[in-house]
Nanobody, 124 residues
Framework: QVQFVESGGGLVQPGGSLRLSCTAS????????VGWLRQAPGKEREGIAC????????YYGDSVKDRFIISRENAKSTVYLQMNNLKPEDTALYFC?????????????????WGKGTLVTVSS
């Protein structure tokens, strides 16, 4: 059974920063691409970032490009999302999942074995 556990969310002021963590169990994130997506109340799921395990390439959604950075710590099966210059519209429940990218589909995510998510609230 593969499980993801997200952590690091909380309340942050606009313009502030936050670092999210995703820990995977049941498989090694050394061999699987893991990324982040989010969902705000009343809105569709939005892909945020994906990190390719094969070559280390990173892919970002347009709304977070140049503000968020995805990275990994392979020995701990952990993937991070550094979130900078946060805006109120970043408020959402953030999930991690297996991911991929291609020129036609953009960011894609596996739909199984998501964690409970971690809530990020951006407010003064």
């Amino acid at each position: 059974q593969v499980q993801f556990v997200e952590s690091g969310g909380g309340l942050v002021q606009p313009g502030g920063s936050l670092r999210l963590s995703c820990t995977a169990s049941g498989f090694s994130s050394d061999f699987y691409s893991v990324g982040w997506l989010r969902q705000a109340p009343g809105k569709e799921r939005e892909g945020i970032a994906c990190l390719s395990v094969s070559d280390g390439s990173t892919y970002y959604g347009d709304s977070v490009k140049d503000r968020f950075i995805i990275s990994r710590e392979n020995a701990k099966s952990t993937v991070y999302l550094q979130m900078n210059n946060l805006k109120p519209e970043d408020t959402a429940l953030y999930f991690c999942a297996t991911c991929g990218y291609d020129d036609d589909l953009g960011l894609t995510f596996g739909m199984d074995n998501w964690g409970k998510g971690t809530l990020v609230t951006v407010s003064s």
